[in-house]
């Protein structure tokens, strides 16, 4: 399984714009093969700030995810709607059962 984990800090005046491309893109690539989880959240601690925490089957997943159009379109916009350079870190996991 692989996991990505991010974070992109929002301008205040067009912190909705990003909120709203942001749930488009999560919503948009759950449905793709390969996805397990996506999700977007608003950071307690900075409300200016969007977490992202992604599960893809596997890496053949994610780059396609990666490949797609829309995701490309999603990341140019993403850029110009950020105060600083969007944070993502990709892990390689392995589930276990506690």
């Known amino acids: ?3 990505v984990v991010g974070s992109v800090d929002g301008i205040e ?8 491309v942001s749930l488009e893109h999560v919503h948009r690539s759950r449905a793709e093969d390969g996805c397990v989880e996506h999700v977007v959240q608003v950071d307690c601690e900075n409300p200016l700030r969007l977490r992202f925490f992604e599960r ?4 053949a997943a994610l780059k396609a995810h990666f490949a797609r159009p829309e995701s490309r379109l999603f990341v140019q916009e993403v ?6 350079p969007p944070v993502m870190t ?3 996991a392995e589930a276990k059962s506690i």
Do not use: N, Q, T
């Open 56 to 59: 893809w089957r596997d890496a």
């Open 90 to 92: 990709v892990y390689e």
């Open 13 to 20: 005046d067009s912190f909705d714009r990003l909120i709203k």
């Open 79 to 84: 850029g110009k709607l950020c105060s600083k």
């Open 1 to 3: 399984m692989i996991i």
